[in-house]
């Protein structure tokens, strides 16, 4: 084996004490929480006057995929102005006019969830019918997906999820829990919504 060379060393030796003797002096830093690094929502709004006087005959829903932003109106008065999260990818969650075609208070879905055993525990979770086979032993048990109003016939829709504050579902429009109940009260099978990038 080869010596290192003196004067290489002594020049390694002296770069690193160059670019170490800032940090020697330097203030710690506290890492952030991950809460503050991801863009605040708005929390939801609701106008009691306009929302009393919703029915499911006058009610429409409008999304809006940039500002993750949806808005239960009765003509051009909003009831509800809620946080959504849609689709993590461009795509995900379709744009255009769509309407309500199926009300589920406790949907499941039938391709996402978990691989459970007979006692109905989690083995593996975060799970895809697509893609994913399971163990010997288990079933599949969907996603619980509450308050669902399904939009299109390959299973987007709208229920309750968890909202990080960005896009984040398989195609399906998040909603906050207790928002996600009132609108689902006031609207029917065949009421508009409207999804806009």
């Known amino acids: 084996m080869r010596a290192f060379p003196c004067r290489a060393f002594k020049f390694l030796v002296a770069t690193l004490a160059i670019l170490v003797a800032p940090l020697a002096h330097a203030q710690p830093t506290k890492m952030r929480k991950a809460a503050e690094l991801i863009g605040k929502q708005q929390p939801p709004q609701v106008t009691p006057r306009v929302y009393d006087r919703l029915t499911p005959d006058n009610s429409r829903i ?24 849609s ?12 309407t309500v075609l199926e009300k589920d208070p406790d949907h499941r879905s039938n391709i996402y969830g978990a691989f459970c055993d007979e006692r109905n525990r989690i083995v593996r979770e975060g799970v895809s019918t ?13 996603a619980p997906m509450k308050w669902f109003m399904r ?12 909202l990080p504050g960005y896009p ?30």
């Open 62 to 85: 409008i999304v809006s995929l940039s500002k993750q932003r949806a808005w239960l109106m009765l003509d051009e008065e909003t009831a509800i102005d809620a946080p959504i999260s």
């Open 87 to 98: 689709g993590k990818a461009a795509g995900m969650t379709p744009t255009g006019k769509f």
């Open 130 to 142: 697509h893609i994913d086979s399971a163990p010997s032993g288990t079933h599949f048990v969907g």
């Open 151 to 162: 939009l299109t016939e390959k299973g987007v829709g709208m229920h309750v999820g968890i």
């Open 168 to 197: 984040a579902s398989h195609g399906c429009v998040r909603l906050p829990a207790d928002i996600a109940k009132m609108i689902y009260d006031k609207v029917k099978i065949g009421t508009p919504v409207d999804i806009t990038q």
